[in-house]
């Protein structure tokens, strides 16, 4: 983790947002605030942040309409705050791209548990020091998200980007499942991350259902068979 993380809390409440302020810095955490999506928006373009806690219900944009947004080109961790407790209405804020989705009214020691989760979790996923992973035709920068092939970019979705990630962060190295969806981001659904897999392997085999590269390791999990050297 690094040096005193810096939060953005993002919430149209202001008595709640002040007393998360406090409490998180009394824990250790540098921490900036937002009302609404449009501040959230200016302070994310004057400087980066460890981790967002970013309420959903808010006038205007609401926090799962930035989420989604935010998830088209960058990978800043969120964790995301409702009153809205249905397993539907996490299931849609997960599918946003956030990472973690914790329901109010709640226990402040589990936000502070939430956030260090998270923060643990995007420190082990960093790429490593040398980013590119190449297979085939393929080059892969793990640190940009961006999959070439002879030079011209793949479109990626923000959950394929985060997937082809993990697999090529560990090539060769068979993942879980259950690992995948949890550090991608999946909301812990494997069947989330055998989607996002498929649609993988449309734009990287030549024929999806013979794959070459992203490989099903019969009851453990998929591995990434990158080229040596």
């Known amino acids: 983790m690094p040096e005193q993380p810096h939060i953005l809390v993002v ?7 002040q007393l ?10 540098l921490v900036s605030t937002a009302a609404n999506a449009a501040e959230a928006r200016q302070q994310l373009e004057a400087m980066a942040f460890d981790l967002l806690v970013l309420d959903v219900m808010m006038p205007g944009e609401n926090g799962l309409e930035l989420a989604r947004s935010l ?7 969120i964790l995301l705050l409702t009153a809205m407790g249905e397993s539907s209405d996490r299931i849609a804020g997960l599918e ?3 990472d973690d989705y914790l329901t109010k009214p709640f226990e402040p020691r589990e936000l502070l548990l939430r956030i260090s989760s998270i923060l643990r979790r995007s420190s082990r996923d960093a790429p490593p020091e040398t980013p590119i992973c190449r297979f ?10 961006e999959l070439l ?8 979705t923000s959950a394929e980007a985060s997937l082809l990630t993990l697999l090529a ?9 259950e690992d995948l969806a949890e550090r991608s981001g999946n ?12 649609r993988l392997r449309k734009k990287i085999e030549d024929d999806p259902r013979l794959p070459r590269y992203l490989q099903t390791v019969r009851g453990r999990g998929y591995v990434l068979w990158a080229d040596k050297g």
């Not at 998830?71 to 961790?77: A, E, Q």
């Not at 085939?136 to 998200?145: E, Q």
């Not at 962060?169 to 499942?177: D, V």
């Open 96 to 98: 946003t791209g956030a």
């Open 11 to 17: 919430d149209d409440d202001t008595r709640l947002r």
């Open 187 to 198: 909301g812990s659904n494997p069947r989330t991350v055998d989607v996002q897999v498929t």
């Open 20 to 29: 998360l302020k406090k409490y998180l810095a009394d824990n250790g955490y």
């Open 149 to 156: 092939t002879d030079g011209t970019l793949v479109h990626l």
């Open 71 to 77: 998830r088209v080109d960058s990978s800043v961790p």
């Open 169 to 177: 962060c560990a090539p060769g190295e068979t993942l879980s499942r």
């Open 136 to 145: 085939g035709r393929f080059t892969f920068d793990t640190a940009r998200g």
